[in-house]
T-cell receptor, first 113, second 112 residues
Framework: NAGVTQTPKFQVLKTGQSMTLQCAQD?????MYWYRQDPGMGLRLIYY???????DKGEVPNGYNVSRLNKREFSLRLESAAPSQTSVYFC????????????FGQGTRLTVV | AQSVSQHNHHVILSEAASLELGCNYS??????LFWYVQYPGQHLQLLLK??????LVKGIKGFEAEFIKSKFSFNLRKPSVQWSDTAEYFC??????????FGTGTRLKVLA
């Protein structure tokens, strides 16, 4: 009963390096999300995927790309990391409909130096 | 909800005190609201949700929230907090376009 699984849990990058955050859910949810959490700013939506085969920008998409690989997996890529991308990243999934909640992964703490 | 705001950023209470955390949302037609809790170092977990029906919603761990349409509010309450309630609390709304909109969070510290 894993729910939403994110890897890695921690990562340190140098400015300009690239990396991909992986996310998988086993609840057969249609919609998946990537949020970043910064102190005092709550959770801000980076990208989301309403259903398999679709992706859309959220509130703060600049510097990120995503891939909905299949119904289970939704990855977030940083092509050229910047210190401003130091944050905690959460993946979430949901049925994507009224009355349904989002389920969250454990988070990835990313530091860009 | 098109936007969600939380006005209490930090709250400090003693054990057994009553808790009320404010949440306001902007009108967006159908209303679907949530409260999540994040314990230190952990992910967000659902406390309770409102979509329709009884505006007084009861959740886990003794929390409840009341949806007041006239005030655009969905405040979280607990009659008697415990040290283990120390956490960050987020109010959120579903926008109807597959997106969940979160408030900025309230950090609650309960003193033993």
């Amino acid at each position: 009963n894993a729910g939403v699984t994110q890897t890695p849990k921690f990562q340190v990058l140098k400015t300009g390096q690239s990396m991909t955050l992986q996310c998988a859910q086993d609840m057969n949810h249609n919609s998946m999300y990537w949020y970043r959490q910064d102190p005092g700013m709550g959770l801000r939506l980076i990208y989301y995927s309403a259903s398999e085969g679709t992706t859309d920008k959220g509130e703060v998409p600049n510097g990120y790309n995503v891939s909905r690989l299949n119904k289970r997996e939704f990855s977030l890529r940083l092509e050229s990391a910047a210190p401003s991308q130091t944050s905690v990243y959460f993946c979430a999934s949901s049925e994507g409909d009224w009355g349904t909640e989002a389920f969250f992964g454990q988070g990835t703490r990313l530091t860009v130096v | 909800a098109q936007s969600v705001s939380q006005h209490n950023h930090h709250v400090i209470l003693s054990e057994a005190a009553s808790l009320e955390l404010g949440c306001n949302y902007s009108y967006g037609g159908t209303v679907n609201l949530f409260w999540y809790v994040q314990y230190p170092g952990q992910h967000l977990q659902l406390l309770l949700k409102y979509f329709s029906g009884d505006p007084l919603v009861k959740g886990i761990k003794g929390f409840e929230a009341e949806f007041i349409k006239s005030k655009f509010s969905f405040n979280l309450r607990k009659p008697s907090v415990q040290w283990s309630d120390t956490a960050e609390y987020f109010c959120a709304g579903y926008s109807g376009t597959y997106k969940y909109i979160f408030g900025t969070g309230t950090r609650l510290k309960v003193l033993a």
